[in-house]
């Protein structure tokens, strides 16, 4: 498969903090000069957008900031038709689904876990991404994203590997995180499969450990390098088919 198009539309999910806004911040510095950033976002106008206001004045032209909570099926409807509108035919050459919740607060052991926490987490981490399938299908004519080098790339984490939660469990239980995440892992590898015949990548991967408000002081300073990359199949750090 071809390179992603790294200089068409790009749309960002949790674009306001953490890694979300890192993002932003990056895409918006190397991305090619016909890119444009679709930040997303549950409240544009509030203070916890602040920041990603901030990245938007400094590259005028580059970033739209779009209202979006993945947890609303309304909204996801709303934000695909404004995004739909302003790209036109252009396509979206690359979706991001990053937006995640947390809860309750890590270690987040089984003694501490409710329910309805298990459905919070699982709507935006796993519904959430599902449902930004509309945001691919009311982008262009045709009902597809550009298939011009597409891709979807779901933000996935270490802690949700199965193979590898004896070495994690004694760091944080997260029972709704951890198992969100497992099972956004299996929507990735359906997608993969959904998409292949479209060319368009889909794919999971680990940013590794970073220091954000979910993860608080559990995470070390920065990126910790990255994990696994995920698309049918699985590979090593330098991205060889193993």
């Not at 790209?87 to 947390?102: D, K, R, V």
Request: aromatic share 4%; net charge positive.
């Amino acid at each position: 498969m071809a390179a992603v198009d790294t200089t068409g539309n790009i749309l960002v999910t949790g674009a306001n903090r953490g890694i979300g806004l890192e993002l932003i911040k990056q895409l918006a510095v190397k991305m090619g000069g016909e890119a444009h950033i679709y930040a997303c976002c549950r409240e544009p106008e509030g203070p916890g957008a602040e920041a990603l206001r901030e990245v938007a004045t400094k590259c005028p032209g580059k970033i739209t900031i779009i209202k979006l909570d993945v947890a609303d099926e309304d909204s996801m409807s709303t934000a695909a038709r404004t995004v739909s509108e302003k790209i036109a035919a252009g396509g979206l050459n690359l979706l991001i689904n990053n937006a995640a919740i947390n809860k309750p607060a890590s270690p987040a052991p089984l003694s501490a876990t409710t329910k309805k926490d298990m459905m919070d987490v699982y709507e935006t981490n796993v519904v959430g991404p599902h449902d930004a399938n509309i945001l691919v299908s009311l982008c262009v004519p045709g009902n597809k994203m550009s298939c011009r080098r597409a891709a979807i790339i779901n933000l996935s984490t270490m802690v949700s590997s199965i193979e590898k939660c004896p070495e994690t469990f004694s760091t944080a239980q997260m029972y709704p995180y951890r198992t969100s995440k497992a099972a956004l892992n299996m929507l990735t590898r359906c997608q993969a499969l959904d998409f292949k015949n479209h060319n368009i990548l889909v794919a999971a991967i680990h940013p590794g450990w970073v220091l954000t408000r979910s993860l608080s002081s559990r995470a070390p300073l920065g990126c910790g390098g990255t994990g696994d990359f995920h698309h049918g199949c699985a590979a090593d750090k330098s991205a060889a088919t193993v």
